[in-house]
């Protein structure tokens, strides 16, 4: 028997989990996961045999998201089997980005492993992913070089990633990749939405993370069906554009768009002074679109100026609450000299 359960109602989600798992485990692995009954039973025991040898401990966060299928009644019956098991149910389906932010918080390990329930991600790479962390690394991503997947999703994926990598100055292989290693501290400062849990590594290494990538096997499919399909790639370039503007200008959104407005302006100018040369020549530029053109310019120019002044102001108020944590802190009595006898 588990002994005493609490059962946490919210808006989003259940939780199903023990009270008396005595201290907190070393380890803790998040499961996100959408209609996958058949493979979750096999996966449980895959991380049984995987995790075994840890002799810090671990504990087990399952995180349906909505699934119609018999999902949630596989992971209450292996949580009345283990205690290590816990179990978080969305009432729908909210995203792969909120399971994951959903986990996190109920995560108390202090380092943190994720991988999907498809059973295409082996849990035997979990050490290997542990031991690369120790190198000084704090988040590990996975790669998976030989993907078992159809022609296009791995055509298209190679293109995402490469144009991912460029852009963002992370140098991975596979951003895809939903089998990551963590150090808490990464996951106490980055917060998901939407579909951002690809973009990981990239918000981590904009926080000062080092961020570091395995090879790891990837396995076919052995039960149902792939969750994403074709309407991933328009998602997936604004998701781009989103973590760009996190990470370039998030801090200083004026010099995006002020940048932008000056460059409209400049041009708006530029047209504007060769029918204003023109007129002095004795040309008539009242019908002439051009004229209209460049009044445009400069009115979006200055739109843009006044986007960004607004976007600073909003930085502003918001920085004062989103403050990064820092890695080390040397206390005053530790740092200053002694003070002099008198």
């Known amino acids: 028997m588990v002994g005493p359960e609490t059962a946490l109602e919210g ?39 995987a995790l075994r040898p840890l002799a810090d401990g671990y ?19 292996l949580h009345a089997e283990d205690p290590r098991v816990i179990v978080l149910r969305f009432r729908g389906n909210q995203g792969k980005a909120s399971a994951l932010m959903t986990g996190f918080r109920q995560a108390r390990g202090q380092i943190l492993i994720t991988l999907d329930a498809d059973l295409q991600d082996d849990p035997r790479e979990i050490p290997r992913f542990l031991e690369k962390l120790e190198e000084g690394f704090d988040l590990v991503s996975g790669w998976k070089v030989e993907r ?17 990598s460029r852009l963002t100055g992370v140098m991975l292989h596979d951003f895809n990749c939903g089998f ?12 998901l939405y939407g579909e951002l849990h690809r973009f990981v590594p990239a918000l981590a ?5 080092r961020v570091g990538e395995i090879e790891v096997a990837h396995r076919p499919r052995k039960y149902g ?7 991933r790639i328009p998602r997936g370039f604004f998701d781009l554009l989103t973590v760009l503007m996190l990470t370039r200008y998030h801090l200083r959104p004026l010099h995006l768009f002020g940048a932008l407005g000056v460059l409209l302006s400049l041009a708006g100018s530029i047209v504007m002074a060769y029918l204003v040369i023109g007129w002095l020549f004795g040309q008539w530029i009242g019908n002439r679109p051009l004229l209209s053109l460049s009044i445009l310019m400069m009115i979006i120019g200055l739109q843009f100026i006044f986007f960004g002044l607004l976007a600073e102001v909003i ?10 944590l820092p890695a080390a802190i040397l206390d005053r009595n530790d740092s200053l000299p002694p003070t002099p006898p008198t």
Not at 59 to 77: H, M, N, Q, R
Not at 148 to 164: A, K
Not at 205 to 209: D, K, N, S, Y
């Open 11 to 49: 808006r989003a989600a259940t939780c199903y989990t023990a009270t008396a798992m005595g201290r907190p485990p070393h380890l803790s692995v998040i499961i996100p996961l959408l209609n996958e009954a058949e493979s979750l039973s096999e996966l449980y025991r895959e991380l049984q045999e």
């Open 59 to 77: 504990e087990l966060i399952f995180v349906d998201d909505g699934s119609t299928d018999a999902s949630f009644a596989v992971l209450e019956k």
């Open 148 to 164: 078992q997947d159809p022609l296009i999703r791995r055509v298209l994926s190679r293109v995402f990633n490469r144009v991912t």
């Open 180 to 191: 990551k290693c963590y150090r808490r501290e990464v996951i106490q400062e980055i917060r």
């Open 205 to 209: 290494r904009c926080r000062g993370f």
């Open 225 to 231: 069906q792939s969750k994403y399909g074709s309407e």
């Open 315 to 324: 930085v502003y108020s918001s920085r004062q609450t989103d403050i990064p």
